[in-house]
C-alpha cells in the first residue's frame, strides 16, 4: 500500500507564493508519474502538473500559466509545488496524485492514470 500526505496550504494574498509538498509512503518503488490536482467547490478536479518518475520531464496546465513548478526528490519520497503569482482562481482543494505504470505526455492530464491519491491541502487566495 501506498500513502500519500499533503502539506503546505494555507491562505495567501493575491500576488503571493505557497510551496506545496506532498510526502509519500508505503511502496514508494512503485511509483512512476507523480502529479498535482486541484478541485473548487461545485467543480471537476483538475489536473495541474506531473513530473516523471526521474524527474527530468514535467508538464503543467495551461491554466496556471507557467506559475507552477513540480519537482520530486526520490531519495526523500517527496514531490513539490511551487505556486507562483497565485490568483483568487488558483483557490481550491489541492490533490498529490501517483502512478504505478508510464504514462506519455498526452496522458497526464487523465485521473484514472493514477493509482494513488492523497487526502488534499487548501489553498485559499482571497480578492
Known amino acids: 500500500q501506498v500513502q500519500l500526505v499533503e502539506s503546505g496550504g494555507g491562505l495567501v494574498q493575491a500576488g503571493g507564493s505557497l510551496r506545496l509538498a506532498c510526502a509519500a509512503s508505503g511502496r514508494t518503488e512503485m511509483l512512476y508519474v507523480m502529479g498535482w490536482f486541484r478541485q473548487a467547490p461545485g467543480k471537476e478536479r483538475e489536473f495541474v502538473a506531473s513530473?516523471?518518475?526521474?524527474?527530468?520531464?514535467?508538464y503543467n496546465t495551461h491554466s496556471v500559466k507557467g506559475r507552477y513548478t513540480i519537482s520530486r526528490d526520490n531519495t526523500k519520497s517527496m514531490v513539490y509545488l511551487q505556486m507562483d503569482s497565485v490568483e483568487p482562481e488558483d483557490t481550491a482543494v489541492y490533490y498529490c496524485?501517483?502512478?504505478?505504470?508510464?504514462?506519455?505526455?498526452?496522458?497526464?492530464?487523465?485521473?484514472?492514470?493514477?493509482?494513488?491519491w492523497g487526502q488534499g491541502t487548501q489553498v485559499t487566495v482571497p480578492s
Open positions: 513530473i516523471s518518475r526521474g524527474g527530468d520531464s514535467t
Open positions: 496524485a501517483a502512478s504505478r505504470w508510464p504514462i506519455s505526455q498526452a496522458a497526464v492530464s487523465v485521473r484514472w492514470q493514477y493509482s494513488y
